[in-house]
Structures are given as structure tokens and as C-alpha cells.
């Protein structure tokens, strides 16, 4: 089961410890949250190689809307540019937001570097039907998106097994990650790559949660272990 391991750093060194540690974790992806370093990522945008040198395992560059559920404090414009910046360094992955305006052409730029684009959709009240999560899904193949992610928010465990079902078809036709966020979506971060999502997230310790009911990477492969999986 792979495991994406989110990286909240506010400052570069910070950054490039905590990947350290989850490259020592087993993390199968790192991906580092550019939005939580503010206005200093501007800074620091020329230091992105120094990360992909430095890194073995596969870097996702995410830099969130705070309409999306981020912290970012740039203009549109910057948060776009760090984000082929981080193409350019040679991240494997950038997570481009599904209502990103000009969408179609930010994922042709990213894909221009070389890089793979991660469409991402987040809903943080509900879980939609299957039928609306096909559609957020349908939406994210036609932007040409190598990973569809649609992340919805658990309001009972029934939730959790939606997005399981949902995964279970979908994951058939896309590669995909979905699950719910939540207490009552953890059943779905656990088992979403069971059903055939092609990753999850877990956090690389408590107080590092990047959404709401992460787990950490080591409770998540004891869970695994003690399951039998792999």
C-alpha cells in the first residue's frame, strides 16, 4: 500500500529535515505543502532543486488554495508560478486544483517540465452521491490529469464506505485517490488503496496532520502489518 506523507514546513531547513524523516518513515511519496511557508516561499522558490537533489522518493509539489482547504497568502499569480517552478526542479508530481482558473493550460505547462499532474477537488461539509463524485472524476480526465483526487468530508461512517465503493469502481478507469476526512472518514484513509486508490495520506507525526482525521504513517503500517498487508 503506498503512503503519501504531507510535509506542513514554514521554513526551508525545517523542510528539508522533515523530509529526511519521512524518507526514514518508509513514505512511498513526500509531498511538500509549499502554501504553509507563506511569503518566505518566495524566497526560496530557486531552493526547490536543492529538494529534489537531496530527495530519493517521489516529491508531490502542493501549493493549496485557502479556498481549498490551504494556507496560501500569494496572489494567484505567484502560487501558480511556484508551482512550475517546482515542475521545472524536477518534482514527479504537482497537485493543480480541479477549479484552478485556466486549468487546461496550467496542467499543459506543468507537463511541459516533465512533470505529472495530480488533479485535486476537495468538498470539507459532505460526501456528494457517486453519481456527483463520477463527475468531479469525469471533469479531472478530460484536464488530462495523470491522478484524479477527490476528498470529501465524513459525516457518518456510511461516508467512508461511499468514497470505498466509489474507489472500488473508478480506480478501474483512472488512477485515483479518494477518500473521506474526518473521525468518521479514517476507515476510508486506511483502506482507500485496498480498493484500488493508487496512494493515501498519513502524516508524519501527530501535530503534522495537513486535513482533518490523518493518521500518522506509523500508526497507518501498524495497521497494515496487522493486517497482513503490504
Request: charged residues 25%.
Amino acid at each position: 500500500m503506498s503512503v503519501c506523507v504531507p510535509i506542513p514546513a514554514k521554513d526551508f531547513q525545517t523542510l528539508l529535515n522533515m523530509i529526511c524523516m519521512a524518507e526514514e518513515s518508509g513514505a512511498d511519496l513526500i509531498e511538500v505543502r509549499l502554501d504553509y511557508m507563506g511569503e518566505k516561499l518566495l524566497e526560496n522558490l530557486g531552493r526547490l532543486k536543492d529538494i529534489v537533489s537531496v530527495c530519493s522518493t517521489p516529491l508531490i509539489a502542493t501549493n493549496r488554495h485557502r479556498r481549498q482547504g490551504g494556507e496560501c497568502v500569494l496572489s494567484e499569480e505567484d502560487r501558480i508560478r511556484s508551482l512550475l517552478i517546482a515542475a521545472d526542479a524536477g518534482f514527479n508530481y504537482i497537485d493543480v486544483e480541479m477549479d484552478t482558473l485556466g486549468l487546461h493550460d496550467v496542467v499543459d505547462r506543468v507537463k511541459a517540465y516533465g512533470a505529472k499532474v495530480i488533479i485535486s477537488h476537495h468538498i470539507f461539509t459532505h460526501t456528494p452521491p457517486v453519481e456527483e463524485l463520477d463527475l468531479f472524476v469525469k471533469k479531472q480526465i478530460e484536464a488530462n490529469a495523470n491522478v484524479c483526487k477527490v476528498v470529501t468530508m465524513a459525516n457518518s461512517v456510511l461516508d467512508s464506505v461511499r468514497c470505498l465503493v466509489f474507489t472500488y469502481e473508478a480506480s478501474r478507469r483512472t488512477n485515483l485517490v479518494c477518500f473521506a476526512m474526518g473521525e468518521k472518514g479514517i476507515l476510508s484513509r486506511i483502506l482507500s488503496p485496498v480498493f484500488g486508490a493508487s496512494f493515501t495520506y498519513a502524516s508524519l507525526k501527530k501535530g503534522l496532520e495537513t486535513a482533518p482525521g490523518q493518521i500518522t504513517i506509523h500508526e497507518l503500517k501498524e495497521i497494515y502489518k496487522r493486517m497482513g498487508i503490504e
